[in-house]
């Protein structure tokens, strides 16, 4: 992608189908080991459940949605970036504009995501709980963030 200017700005719902590529870019990518099943139910759960209703906030490059945060109270249900911008401090951008909404947050991340993992920990999250995710059958790591 050329270099132009980020934002972060609220959701539209024109944005989803740019941002369910970005999904399905990043999920390719951190969620390999996902049942295609399960992936497919997740991507219609994407554009009528989770985009819609989250608190959602997109990353902006030009025009283009190229990432998202999506926000259920204190909690972020989702964080993705194109993986063609990752390293590039984007991520921690989203993070960082989440923070500022709502204060210290919570996570979960599947135990095999070793990309989010690495981000989140380096991030300043810590390992809360594990347990199993029955609808993908994975191991799940709730983290949080310390109070600040």
Known sequence: MKDTQTAIRK???????ALVSVWQEANALVHSFLADEFVSQV???MRN???????TWVL????????????IEDEIGGLFLHPSLHGQGLGKALVA?????KGPL?????????????FYEGYGFMFA????????????????MPPS
């Open 11 to 17: 959701y539209h719902t024109d944005d989803t189908d």
């Open 43 to 45: 991507e219609k759960d």
């Open 49 to 55: 459940i989770y985009l819609p209703n989250a608190e």
């Open 60 to 71: 902006v490059k030009g025009e283009q949605p190229v990432g998202f945060v999506a926000l």
């Open 97 to 101: 504009h989440a923070v500022t909404l």
């Open 106 to 118: 919570r996570v979960e991340v599947f135990e095999r995501n070793t990309i989010g993992r690495r």
């Open 129 to 144: 709980e594990k347990y199993l995710h029955e609808p993908s059958g994975e191991m799940t790591l709730k983290m949080v």
